[in-house]
C-alpha cells in the first residue's frame, strides 16, 4: 500500500525531510576514497543523495560529485589526517613501550578479518581508524543541484595496509542532533550565528596584561580554551584545558600534546578555521578540538566529546541494527511517500525480480494485478492509516505471486511503510489440502453410495430402484450436484430418462446424442456410451467438446460432470451422470470410485435380469448353430461324434462349470479338444457307466457365456454334434435380441439364428418352485447346490467328494457345506411347506 517518491535534494537545504532522513534519523550517508581520491565504496544512501547510481559512482575521481574547490580542501584535510595518525599511532605505541599502560582507542572498530563489504556497498573491514574532522562541503547531484551537508572525515587502514579516506555524510546542516559545533561552507567562511568567534579572537595573542574581567570570563568555560602564538608558543590556558589536556600556563610548543600539534600548524599554514577529533588516552574519551587561527596565533576551544561519541555510536548502532533488520528480513518492505518508492530491501527486490534502482521513484501500483481496486484501496488506507490484506502482484518476468501486506501511513509525517510477504506457495499448499479434503469427503460420500447401493441388491430391489437410489443418493451429497441415469436405445442409439434426482427434465432440456458425428455426441454423455469407460470433463468452462452445454451449467451450477457407463460382460445398460460444483472434481481416486458405481449397478441389474428369466411366466428363446465351430480352435474335427452339453453353472470371476455327456469312446477326443480351446481349462470325468462318460468341463471367460450373463440370459441346452455346435438361450422379454447375436457373431462369425420363440414352463408348478428358488437361494447357495448335483455329489457312490467340489468352487469345505445345507433346506422347505412358506431359523449366505 506504499506509493512513493524520489529523494528530493531539497531536503539537505532545510525544506521537507527526505523521506530517509525521517525514518532513519540521523541521516547518514558514506563512502570511501582510495590514494587516488575515486569512489572504491558507496552505501545507497549516497547514491540516493547524488541521484546516481552505484555503479556510475565507483571507480570515478570524488570531483564528479564535489566542486574542485572541495576537492583540494578534502585532500588537503587527508593529508592532515594521516600524519596526524601517524604521529598519535606512534606517540601511543611508545607510552605503550613506556609503562604498558597505553589505551586502546580502536575497540570499537571491527577486525578486517571478521567483517566484510556489505550488500548495498557501504564502507565496511577497517582494522585502524585515526582521528576524525567535521566540516561542511559543498556536494554536487547529477541534477546540477549543490548541497552544502555536514562530513567527517577519517583515515582508515583496510586489511590490505593501504590508508583510505572515510566519509560519513549527514544531511542535517542546521547541527540540530548534535551538540554545538563550529562547521564552515566549503569556501572557508564561518557560518553566521557561530558562538566564540569574538571570544576566540580576543583569546589570541593573551599574556598577563589581559584585563581581568575577560580572563575570568574565560576561566568559567567549562570547556577548555588555549591560546598560541605564530610560534605556536601557549600564551593561555584555561582550568578545562589544563584538566582535559594537562596544559598549565607555562606550557610552550614542546609540551604540545601530539594529539593537536599537527592540526595546529596546519591551521597557521592554511589560516581557515576547522574542526578535529580524536582519541586522548589520559582521559581514555574523545576530545574535539576548534581551532580558529589567524596571522597572531590560534585560539583552540576543546571539549569532552566522549558523551556525544558514546550517543552517536549508539543511534549509529541501533541504525545499524535496524537496517541489518531491513536488509536481511525475509519479508519486502518498501518505504516511500505518496509518488515513489525510496527505498527497498533485497526481499523485495526477489519479490518483484528487479534492483533497488530500478524500484525506486516507482509505484508499488503498478506491480498490483488488474483485478484489484488499488485507488480505492490507496484512499482507503490514507484514511484509515493502516493496511491489511492480500492481493496480486506482476514480476518483471511477468510471473503472477500472491502477498499479504502489512502497511502503515505516516510512520513519519508523509512517509509511508508497508511489508509484503509472499504466499503464493502457502495458498498453493493450502488450495492443495482443500482439494484433498474435498476429494476425501467426496469418497467418503461415494463410499456410502455404494454401501446403499449393496443394501438395495441384497434386498432384492428392482432395477428402477436401483437407479433411483443411486441418483439420491449422489444428489444429497454436498460434493454433488446432481445425478441422472440414461437409457441408451442399442438400435439406434437414442438416449431417455431412466431416473434423476437434484434436477428435473435435465435430459429433456439439452442437446444430447451418442452419434460421434454430432456435437451433441462428443460430450461425457456420448463418449461413454460408445467407449464403455468413464468419461470427465473436469472443468465445463474450459473443455472444448463441452462447449454445447456451458450456458446450461452456468445456469445450474456445476463445474465438473461426469459420464460412467453402466455395464456388465460388454452389454451397456445406460449412463450414470454426475455432476460437481468443483473443479478437477473427477481426477484420481474420485474418478476410479465413481467408475465402480456403473460396475456394480451394472452387475446388479444383469443379476436381476437373470432372476427375471427364471422368475418371468414367459421368456424369448433362441437357438443358435455355428457351423463347422471346432474348426476356429484348430483341434479335432470330431466326425461322427457327439457331446450333449446339460448345464453351466457361474461360479463367479468369469469362471464356469458346465457338465454333460458323452461316448466312452468320444471322450478321448473331446479331451483333445478341450485342449485346443482357449478358454476351456480343464475336463474331468466324473462317471464311465452304461458306456457314457459324465464330465465337468472348467471354463475361464468364455465369449458367448458372458455375452448371454450380461444380457441376463442362461444357458437352456447345447450341444456338439458332427462338429456343429447348438444351443437353445433364455433370455427376458425385453431383451435387445439384436445387440445378443451381433455379440456372439464378434466372437463366432458366421453363426446363425434357426429359431426365436416366446415361451413359457410346461409345468406350473414346477415353473412356481424354480421361480422361488431362484428368488430365495443367494448365489453362492445355488452355485454350490447346482455343482453338488452335476457333479455326482447325491450318487452313491458319490462321483464327487465335497472336499473335491469345495477345490473347484475355490471355497473351503466347510463354506461349502454351509452353503449347500442352506440351500437343501429351502428346496426342502419348499417342497414339503409350500413355495410361499418361509420356515423358522434359515439363513442366508
Known amino acids: 500500500m506504499t506509493a512513493h517518491r524520489r529523494w528530493s535534494t531539497t531536503g539537505c537545504q532545510g525544506g521537507r525531510p527526505s523521506a530517509r532522513e525521517s525514518l532513519w534519523a540521523p541521516s547518514e550517508a558514506s563512502y570511501e576514497l582510495d590514494s587516488r581520491y575515486q569512489f572504491v565504496a558507496v552505501d545507497e544512501a549516497f547514491a540516493t543523495i547524488t541521484g546516481y547510481e552505484d555503479d556510475r559512482l565507483l571507480g570515478e575521481h570524488a570531483s564528479l560529485v564535489y566542486p574542485d574547490a572541495a576537492v583540494d580542501r578534502v585532500e588537503t584535510l587527508a593529508r592532515t589526517l594521516v600524519e596526524t595518525s601517524r604521529e598519535d599511532t606512534a606517540g601511543r605505541s611508545a607510552e605503550a613501550d613506556g609503562d604498558g599502560t597505553a589505551t586502546d582507542d580502536h575497540e570499537n572498530v571491527e577486525n578486517a578479518d571478521e567483517t566484510s563489504k556489505n550488500d548495498h556497498g557501504g564502507p565496511t573491514d577497517l582494522r585502524s581508524a585515526g582521528p576524525r574532522v567535521t566540516l561542511d562541503l559543498t556536494l554536487r547531484t547529477a541534477a546540477g543541484d549543490e548541497i552544502v551537508c555536514t562530513h567527517q572525515l577519517q583515515v582508515t587502514t583496510p586489511s590490505d595496509g593501504t590508508e583510505r579516506v572515510v566519509a560519513t555524510v549527514r544531511t542535517d546542516p542546521d547541527g540540530t542532533d548534535r551538540p554545538e559545533t563550529c562547521r564552515h561552507s566549503s569556501t572557508g567562511e564561518q557560518e553566521p550565528g557561530q558562538e566564540g568567534e569574538s571570544s576566540t579572537g580576543d583569546a589570541t595573542g593573551v599574556d598577563g596584561d589581559r584585563p581581568a574581567a575577560l580572563s575570568t570570563a574565560i576561566e568559567r568555560i567549562r570547556d577548555g580554551v588555549y591560546a598560541l602564538d605564530a610560534d605556536l608558543q601557549y600564551t593561555f590556558v584555561n582550568e578545562g584545558a589544563r584538566d582535559l589536556l594537562g596544559l598549565d600556563g607555562a606550557s610552550d610548543a614542546d609540551d604540545d600534546p601530539a594529539l593537536f600539534r599537527t592540526a595546529h600548524e596546519r591551521a597557521m599554514e592554511h589560516q581557515r578555521p576547522f574542526t578535529v577529533e580524536a582519541y586522548h588516552p589520559p582521559i581514555d574519551g574523545w576530545i574535539e578540538a576548534r581551532l580558529y587561527p589567524d ?57 518483484f525480480d528487479t534492483s533497488r534502482s530500478e524500484l525506486r521513484g516507482r509505484s508499488l501500483i503498478e506491480f498490483v494485478h488488474d483485478d484489484h481496486d488499488v485507488e480505492t484501496a490507496w484512499e482507503q488506507f490514507l484514511d484509515d492509516g493502516r493496511f491489511r490484506g492480500s492481493f496480486s502482484v506482476v514480476r518483471s518476468d511477468g510471473d503472477e505471486r500472491v502477498v499479504e501486506c502489512n502497511a502503515v501511513a505516516d510512520v513519519r509525517p508523509g512517509i509511508h511503510l508497508s511489508i509484503l510477504r509472499d504466499v503464493t506457495e502457502t495458498r498453493k499448499r493450502e488450495r492443495q ?84 458425428d454430432e456435437p451433441a455426441g462428443q460430450g461425457p454423455l456420448g463418449q461413454a456410451a460408445r467407449t464403455q469407460e468413464t468419461q470427465v470433463s473436469n472443468d465445463v468452462f474450459t473443455d472444448p467438446e463441452f462447449e454445447p452445454w456451458r450456458d446450461d451449467a452456468r445456469e445450474r451450477g456445476y463445474r465438473a460432470a461426469a459420464a460412467v457407463p453402466i455395464t456388465h460382460d460388454g452389454a451397456l445398460y445406460g449412463v450414470l451422470g454426475v455432476t460437481s460444483a468443483r473443479s478437477q472434481a473427477f481426477t484420481d481416486e474420485e474418478r476410479t470410485v465413481v467408475g465402480q458405481l456403473g460396475e456394480i449397478l451394472g452387475h446388479a441389474i444383469a443379476a436381476h435380469e437373470r432372476k427375471r428369466v427364471l422368475l418371468g411366466e414367459t421368456v424369448i428363446e433362441l437357438e443358435l448353430v455355428i457351423d463347422d ?21 457361474s461360479i463367479g470371476d468369469d469362471q464356469y462349470l458346465e457338465y454333460g455327456t458323452t461316448a466312452v469312446e468320444t471322450f478321448p477326443e473331446f479331451e483333445r479338444l478341450v485342449e485346443s480351446v482357449p478358454h476351456w481349462d480343464r475336463v474331468t470325468p466324473l462317471d464311465e457307466s452304461g458306456g457314457t462318460v459324465r464330465f465337468e468341463l472348467e471354463i475361464t471367460s468364455p465369449p458367448m457365456f458372458s455375452v448371454i450373463d450380461a444380457h441376463g440370459g442362461y444357458v437352456e441346452s447345447a450341444a456338439l454334434h458332427d462338429g456343429t455346435y447348438t444351443t437353445t438361450l433364455h433370455f427376458p422379454q425385453d431383451t435387445d435380441v439384436r445387440a445378443v447375436t451381433d455379440a456372439i457373431e464378434e466372437v463366432y462369425p458366421g453363426v ?11 409345468d406350473a408348478s414346477i415353473g412356481q418352485l424354480q421361480s422361488h428358488l431362484a428368488h430365495e437361494l443367494t448365489d453362492r447357495q445355488r452355485s454350490a447346490l447346482e455343482t453338488a448335483y452335476y457333479a455326482g455329489y447325491f450318487e452313491w457312490p458319490r462321483d464327487s467328494s465335497g472336499e473335491e467340489i ?28 409350500g413355495p410361499d412358506a418361509a420356515r423358522p431359523g434359515s439363513t442366508d449366505d
Open 295 to 351: 596571522e597572531s596565533g590560534v585560539t583552540v576551544h576543546v571539549s569532552d566529546r566522549t558523551p556525544w561519541r558514546a550517543r552517536e555510536e549508539g543511534l549509529e548502532s541501533g541504525y545499524q541494527r535496524f537496517r541489518s533488520v531491513f536488509e536481511d528480513a525475509h519479508d519486502a518492505i518498501l518505504v516511500g511517500d505518496e509518488s515513489g518508492i525510496v527505498a527497498a530491501n533485497p526481499a523485495a527486490c526477489d519479490l
Open 433 to 516: 489440502l482443500e482439494r484433498q479434503r474435498e476429494r476425501l469427503t467426496a469418497l467418503d460420500h461415494v463410499y456410502t453410495v455404494v454401501r446403499e447401493l449393496n443394501d438395495a441388491i441384497v434386498t432384492g430391489s428392482t432395477r428402477a430402484d436401483l437407479e433411483r437410489i443411486v441418483c439420491d443418493s449422489l444428489a444429497d451429497s454436498p460434493s454433488y450436484e446432481f445425478a441422472f441415469v440414461a437409457g441408451v436405445d442399442p438400435s439406434d442409439g437414442a438416449v431417455s430418462k431412466r431416473a434423476e434426482a437434484g434436477v428435473d427434465g435435465y435430459l429433456e432440456s439439452i442437446p444430447i446424442s451418442t452419434d460421434p
Open 629 to 649: 465351430a471346432v474348426e476356429f480352435f484348430d483341434g479335432p474335427s470330431m466326425a461322427d461324434r457327439s457331446v450333449q452339453f446339460d448345464r453351466v453353472v
Open 752 to 762: 446363425r439364428t434357426i429359431a426365436r420363440r416366446q415361451v413359457t414352463p410346461a
Open 806 to 833: 469345495a477345490a473347484t468352487l475355490d471355497v473351503s469345505p466347510a463354506t461349502f457345506h454351509e452353503h449347500l445345507r442352506s440351500a437343501q433346506e429351502k428346496l426342502v422347505a419348499a417342497i414339503l411347506e
